[in-house]
């Protein structure tokens, strides 16, 4: 089984700080997304990285997948209340019998308070 | 809106009773995934159907089991159920792209009494 452990569990900040959340595993995957979810709503796909090394923008929030394809990050900088929400990142399979099979992170629960 | 439609949004049932959660996914995509989440477990994959057929699974009990149909739909069912079977449940869909990526519906919370 391939794991991905997600750290902090729990982050509770004030606006206008900067924040990291790490996903990291022992094993190599073909592709990182990051998802984010709010109270009653569904997983919303926030970025993908494919290459080692790939680092991707979105505003205020940067990604980045590790050289090996093992581990990712999130940076969010200078965040705001709307940002709150769970943050959960996903380690897609390649091919065969597993494609398609995202194994997901605990997640990451974001409290950003004014 | 991720264009995936899941109902009933809420279910309240007692237990060793049998529910069936319904989706249907986005229009275009042939795979359809089905995904359980609760507090101490997290995201858990329980079954993948593509194009009408299983494709892969995952954590799934044998009291529950899915199907997809010629319109793509697909229908969880949830037999026998135990309080431990209270959860949030998920349907997704991908198109057919290298990474996976997934969209999900809004959620069926089922709630064992």
Redesign the interface.
């Known amino acids: 089984t391939q794991l991905l452990e997600q750290s902090p569990q729990f982050l509770s900040i004030q606006e206008g700080e900067n924040l990291t959340v790490y996903c990291n595993s022992s094993s190599v995957f073909s592709s990182l997304q990051w998802y984010r979810q709010e109270p009653g709503e569904g997983p919303v796909l926030l970025v993908t990285v494919v290459t080692g090394g790939e680092v991707k923008k979105l505003k205020r929030l940067t990604f980045q997948f590790g050289d090996a394809r093992k581990d990712s990050s999130l940076h969010i900088t200078a965040a705001q209340p709307g940002d709150t929400g769970l943050y959960l990142c996903a380690g897609a399979h390649a091919g065969g019998t597993s494609y398609g099979k995202l194994t997901f992170g605990q997640g990451t629960i974001l409290t950003v308070h004014p | 809106d991720?264009g995936?439609t899941q109902t009933p949004k809420h279910l309240i049932t007692a237990t060793g009773q049998r529910v069936t959660l319904r989706c249907s996914p986005r229009s275009g995509d042939l795979?359809v995934?089905w995904y359980q989440q609760s507090l101490d477990q997290?995201?858990?994959?329980l079954i993948?159907y593509?194009n009408g057929e299983e494709?892969?699974k995952?954590n799934i009990l044998e009291r529950f089991s899915a199907q997809q149909f010629p319109d793509l739909h697909s229908e969880l069912n949830l037999s026998s159920l135990e309080l431990g079977d209270s959860a949030l449940y998920?349907c997704?869909s991908?198109p057919r792209t290298?990474?996976?990526?997934?969209?999900?519906?809004?959620?069926s919370r089922l709630t064992v009494l």
């Open positions: 991720s995936v795979s995934y997290g995201l858990q994959f993948q593509y494709r892969a995952g998920f997704a991908s290298i990474t996976g990526e997934l969209f999900f519906g809004e959620g």
